[in-house]
């Protein structure tokens, strides 16, 4: 296989193609006419986001966790004592509908890691919380999980980390990506 000569940073660097190379070469072949980049960076995005999921999925199953599960555990971890939030400030959280949330409180509810109870303090609301045995395991989970994402990164270097996610970042941005609110 040859090589790619492609600028990055400034200096010039000799990459291995990818498999989107192959796809732009492609276009460029059959439509000389037409600016195929855009497809090259999402194309790469999609790409690298199944492959992180597939390496994400091994290590949660390890812990006999699937992704939204760690999603909704972390979450409500690291909302600080008491660790609870409303399935509102959840669903705020997510990306998801508050009938898909419903579901998955339901499943993690009977796992023993969640519990539901109404807000005192507004009674509309649900409150959505840690049990012990939940916080135990998210405890184990995350300090593995930050590990794992430490290997799939690991052909970055620290600077490249740091504009990667800077890039990303102004990417969501421009394409309506916003925190949630504040609980």
């Known amino acids: 296989m040859g090589y790619l000569v492609v600028k990055q940073f400034n200096v010039e660097e000799c990459v291995m193609p990818d498999a989107v190379d192959r796809i732009l070469a492609q276009w460029q072949a059959e439509r000389p006419d037409l600016d195929a980049s855009p497809m090259g960076i999402v194309g790469r995005i999609k790409r690298v986001g199944r492959l992180l999921e597939h390496g994400l999925g091994e290590y949660f199953g390890e812990h ?107 990417l969501a941005l421009h394409l309506g990506d916003k925190a949630p609110a504040e609980r």
Do not use: C, K
């Not at 509102?88 to 009977?110: E, F």
């Open 64 to 170: 006999d966790l699937q992704s939204w599960e760690f999603d909704i555990l972390a979450t409500l971890r690291r909302s600080g004592p008491p660790y609870q939030l409303t399935a509102g400030a959840l669903v705020a959280s997510s990306m998801i509908t508050s009938g898909a949330m419903t579901n998955r409180i339901d499943r993690l509810s009977a796992r023993g890691l969640v519990t539901r109870r109404v807000d005192p303090g507004n009674r509309r609301s649900v409150l959505i919380a840690l049990t012990d045995e939940g916080r135990e395991l998210i405890d184990r989970a995350v300090t593995g999980h930050v590990a794992n994402e430490d290997r799939l990164l690991a052909g970055l270097s620290a600077a490249q980390r740091d504009q990667l996610a800077d890039l990303l970042r102004t």
